[in-house]
């Protein structure tokens, strides 16, 4: 098993931290962005892209803040990767982040930040923040 690397990646996004966490925390939030549909039982969530599926351990849920999930494939490689969602207000300005913490495969972390990108721009596209 080769090591994964950390990487992470800031949004800026113009909409409300209370809206933005129904977004990245419930599965009717993440399944108008970041997957297809998304189902969850406790805190096992089932994300399904394609017809194919992918199961995560909410490991942390911090009203407001952030939401923090761990693939159960990686969980049975005994891996310490995860991937992070969480909201970052600008105490002076109020401006609104989401920063986005992952791993990913040496040669896959380009693609993966790509991934991000057009995930989160279909995000800002729903909320109406350009």
């Given at each position: 098993m080769s090591d994964k690397i950390k990487y992470e990646l800031e949004f800026p996004i113009q909409v409300s931290p209370a809206l933005l966490f129904q977004y990245i925390s419930t599965p009717s939030g993440l399944s108008e962005w970041y997957a297809d549909n998304v189902n969850s039982r406790g805190e096992l969530f089932t994300f399904i892209w394609n017809g194919s599926e992918e199961q995560a351990k909410l490991l942390t849920k911090k009203s407001g803040d952030k939401v923090k999930f761990r693939w159960v494939d990686d969980?049975?490689?005994?891996?310490?990767?995860?991937?992070?969602?969480?909201i970052q207000v600008d105490e002076i300005t109020k401006d609104v982040s989401l920063m986005i913490t992952d791993f990913a495969e040496e040669d896959e972390v380009e693609e993966g930040k790509m991934l991000w990108e057009n995930m989160v721009g279909e995000l800002k596209h729903i909320l109406g923040s350009n």
């Open positions: 969980e049975e490689d005994d891996s310490s990767c995860y991937f992070e969602l969480r």
